[in-house]
């Protein structure tokens, strides 16, 4: 099976400008996890979904949103992006809500 | 919420030696704890888990304890080589009907030197 996949992997911004980030799950997983990654903070949960349905959300600023579709693929959207949002964007997918995750490849954000 | 504490941050070791990296977790109602290997440039990748009613699990050189009373658990990686090298990431989880959220350790950078 392919593995999780994330586009674009490589981004650049400017201050207040949006963004949006796509994650496309392993064939047959249902769920999809967020995270940020940071040298400063680790790797810190955004929010999860599962059958288009958020089902647990992080401690992040309403800024960060996202959603996903039928077909189990997931977008995170951030909008007015501040200097501090640059970090690597990671998802994971899992079977079910409650199993191993495995992580995409991730997208890396740069906000100037 | 979950805290979830990693030691040492650093950890350099001789090949053909032990590491041992070490976890505690918060709370109590935390089932679920996978290990991740991150490489340099790489995505995270899961090495092993345990959930909390198993008390050790063994993959090869890869070992994991869980000690529920005490909260915490342990990455045991024994024969250490070069390709050990790279950041070690512990989580814990309180899997439920509701989800599954990852609170993640701060990541020990393993050195595996020649």
């Known amino acids: 099976k392919a593995g999780v996949t994330q586009t674009p992997r490589y981004l650049i911004k400017t201050r207040g400008q949006q963004v949006t980030l796509s994650c496309s799950p392993i064939?047959?997983?249902?769920?999809v996890s967020w995270y940020q990654q940071t040298p400063g903070q680790g790797l810190q949960f955004l929010f999860e979904?599962?059958?288009?349905?958020?089902?647990n959300k992080g401690n992040f600023p309403g800024r960060f949103s996202g959603r996903q579709f039928s077909n189990s693929r997931s977008e995170m959207n951030v909008s007015t992006l501040e200097l501090g949002d640059s970090a690597l964007y990671l998802c994971?997918?899992?079977?079910?809500?409650?199993?191993?995750?495995?992580f995409g490849p991730g997208t890396r954000l740069t906000v100037l | 919420g979950e805290n979830v504490e990693q030691h040492p941050s650093t950890l350099s070791v001789q090949e053909g030696d032990s590491a041992v990296i070490k976890c505690t977790y918060s709370d109590s109602a935390s089932n679920y704890f996978p290990w991740y290997k991150q490489e340099l440039g790489k995505r995270p990748q899961l090495i092993i888990d345990i959930r909390s009613n198993v008390g050790e699990k063994k993959d090869q050189r890869i070992a994991v304890t869980l000690n529920k009373t005490a909260k915490h658990f342990s990455l045991h990686i024994t024969e250490t080589q070069p390709e050990d090298s790279a950041v070690y990431f512990c989580?814990?989880?309180?899997?439920?009907?509701?989800?599954?959220?990852?609170?993640f350790g701060t990541g020990t950078q393993l050195k595996v030197e020649l």
């Open positions: 064939s047959g997983h249902r769920s």
């Open positions: 994971a997918s899992s079977p079910q809500a409650y199993n191993e995750q495995f």
């Open positions: 979904y599962f059958s288009e349905t958020q089902r």
């Open positions: 989580a814990a989880s309180k899997v439920t009907g509701g989800g599954n959220k990852l609170t």
